[in-house]
């Protein structure tokens, strides 16, 4: 089908589709297809928003709902008229439930990225601020951000949002995060998403449109796309602590506190020890690497060897 064809379909029933256009569509479409997309629009007007957690789900409720008869009720004399309001109407609807159903998709042409060992701080179109933690980024547009303040992230952020009548919105890793004008920490790492709110409200959803709300001192997970965990309580002091290089863990896998060790100092860790079932539970600044080995180290019982930009574990 071609591009012109499409847009003309489009507009079949409004009253923006020239004369000169609709001659052309009616050459391009068989009597089959018109008929097919009369139905197809004057359905779509009668269904409601179907329910479901995924989009598969969605697409069968309303393919099941186009296949049944409407009940149409004639408000005008002109056939002409009913048939083009109505239509319209059908199109708006319709065109609504798809936005609803299908994810955002926006031009993000602008990237900060962050490295390891580095911190970053962006000021966004609308005034609103971002703090990227090492080994992280954000991805936005421009552009247009008085329709939509939508950002992408990867790794570690923290976030002032201006207060704005537009939404602003968080995608990661099949993680949405929706709110008006708010603070709040994003970290997403491998398939885990970590959202926990500082000030105001946010709203934290999955790829299954599951929905949970957090305010102050409430924090959720997502992990792998599933539904956000329930909102448990999170010490707000250490919410976004890291961005005064204080780094907290609490019964944190070993590997994922080396994890975050290499990222702020820039370095590699190696060991051929078994580190399966060892976790940790305190704190270090990201200002002394011996330092913080020390303090890691001496509480899994192991030593450690610093080489350059290489660190062993024995």
């Keep these: 089908m071609?591009?012109?064809?499409e847009e003309h379909i489009g507009k079949w029933f409004n009253p923006v589709l020239?004369?000169?256009?609709r001659e052309l569509l009616m050459k391009e479409m068989s009597p089959a297809e018109i008929e097919d997309y009369q139905n197809l629009w004057k359905k779509s007007g009668n269904i409601k928003r179907p329910e479901g957690k995924g989009f598969d789900k969605r697409w069968e409720k309303l393919d099941a709902a186009l296949d049944e008869e409407p009940s149409i009720v004639p408000l005008y004399k002109s056939?002409?008229?009913r048939m083009a309001v109505s239509s319209f109407v059908a199109a708006s609807l319709l065109f609504g439930l798809l936005y609803v159903i299908q994810p955002t998709k926006v031009v993000f042409d602008q990237q900060v990225i962050a490295l390891k060992a580095e911190f970053k701080e962006v000021e966004?179109?609308?005034g609103s601020l971002v703090k990227l933690n090492a080994e992280s980024q954000i991805q936005y547009s421009g552009e247009g951000w008085q329709n939509e303040r939508i950002v992408s992230i990867s790794g570690e952020a923290f976030f002032e949002v201006t207060k704005s009548e537009t939404p602003f919105i968080v995608q990661s890793n099949g993680t949405i995060i929706k709110v008006l004008g708010t603070s709040f920490n994003v970290r997403s790492r491998g398939e885990s998403v970590s959202v926990s709110c500082l000030t105001g409200k946010v709203g934290v959803s999955s790829n299954d449109n599951n929905e949970v709300y957090l305010t102050k001192g409430l924090g959720t997970v997502v992990i792998d796309g599933e539904k956000p965990s329930v909102p448990e309580p999170v010490n707000v002091e250490q919410i976004a602590s890291w961005i005064s290089g204080q780094y907290y863990f609490s019964q944190t896998p070993i590997t994922k506190v080396f994890d975050e060790i290499e990222r702020q100092?820039?370095?590699?860790?190696s060991s051929d020890l078994d580190f399966e079932n060892i976790a940790f539970t305190g704190s270090f600044s990201n200002e002394n690497l011996n330092n913080t080995l020390s303090?890691?180290?001496l509480s899994a019982g192991v030593e450690y060897r610093v080489t350059k930009k290489s660190v062993t574990i024995y």
Excluded: A, G, M, R
């Design 2 to 5: 071609s591009d012109q064809k």
């Design 18 to 21: 020239s004369s000169e256009e």
């Design 79 to 81: 056939k002409w008229l």
């Design 124 to 126: 966004l179109p609308d």
């Design 265 to 269: 100092y820039d370095v590699s860790i």
């Design 295 to 297: 303090i890691v180290c």
